[in-house]
């Protein structure tokens, strides 16, 4: 079944996906007062309405599962960390290089007003997500929200998009792009 397929099948479960990482794991990317705050209490609070019926369904549904794939496209910070292979490929075809491919998704973050998303989508192409709301063509995601940067010791937006690229785990990436082809 294709990447598209699956995000698109009804049966995909809302159910908040372990980190697989230790809180301070991603650090001094993602400090761990924000990794705790943010998948403790933020990322579960979108599963807890949504199951408890509270506040509108769609939206909770969304920031669960756009959480899901942020949390686990993440590992410890790795210096000099780039995409291979199947990512990699995708991003010189469509964006001729992954300094050019980097810039263009930080420009696209920094554009996004108030909250929302950008995402790698299967087509190769970057696209943004006001506030949450589910797509079924998502290889990898950037939560744009201030609360994903804002407990840092430098949480500054710029900063903050410049840096997260450091955690990417791109194995798992490279996953979905293989589901995705
Ligand atoms: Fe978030």
Redesign the pocket.
């Known amino acids: 079944m294709k990447l598209q397929q699956l995000h698109e099948a009804q049966e995909i479960p809302v159910v908040q996906a372990p980190l697989p990482y230790k809180y301070n794991d991603l650090e001094p990317v993602l400090s761990e007062s924000t990794v705790r705050y ?1 998948y403790d209490v ?2 579960t609070n979108y599963f807890k309405k949504y199951h408890a019926g509270e506040g509108d369904r769609e939206f909770n549904r969304a ?1 669960g599962l ?2 899901n794939l ?1 949390w686990t496209q993440l590992r410890r910070p790795r210096p000099g960390n780039k995409p291979h292979g199947a990512s990699l490929a995708l991003i010189e075809q469509k964006h001729k290089s992954w300094e050019n491919f980097q810039d263009l998704v930080i420009a696209a973050a920094l554009g996004i007003q108030g909250s929302g998303w950008v995402y790698w989508s299967t087509s190769g192409e970057i696209k943004t997500i006001a506030n949450h709301a589910w797509r079924s063509d998502i290889i990898f995601c950037i ?1 744009c ?1 201030e ?2 940067y804002m407990r840092n010791p430098n949480p500054d937006k710029k900063h903050h998009f410049t840096t997260i690229w450091r955690c990417m785990n791109w194995d798992v990436i490279n996953d979905r792009v293989f589901v995705a082809l």
């Open positions: 943010h933020l990322t920031g756009l959480h942020y939560d929200w609360h994903s």
